[in-house]
């Protein structure tokens, strides 16, 4: 069941990658408090995404990519 969930997540969503370019933009931006939330933040940033889904959306106080919570998300498009 849980391969089931996955494959069927991946297929309507795309996968991002960490590489050297966003780990140095997110280390740059003075506005990122967190790391990791910066290395999120330029990976989708890098791979055009129109959205990043948490349920911690307080912490992308600075994304210029819209940032909604997994009920909001799912309301939204489905």
Known sequence: MAKKKIGLLTENMALTTVDGKVTREALKNKQVHD??????????????????????????????????GCEEFIVKNF
């Not at 290395?39 to 940032?67: G, M, P, Q, R, W």
């Open 35 to 68: 790391f990791e939330d910066g290395l999120e933040y330029y990976s989708a940033l890098n791979h055009s995404c129109d959205v990043i889904i948490t349920e911690n959306k307080s912490d992308f106080y600075f994304s210029s990519i819209e940032v909604l």
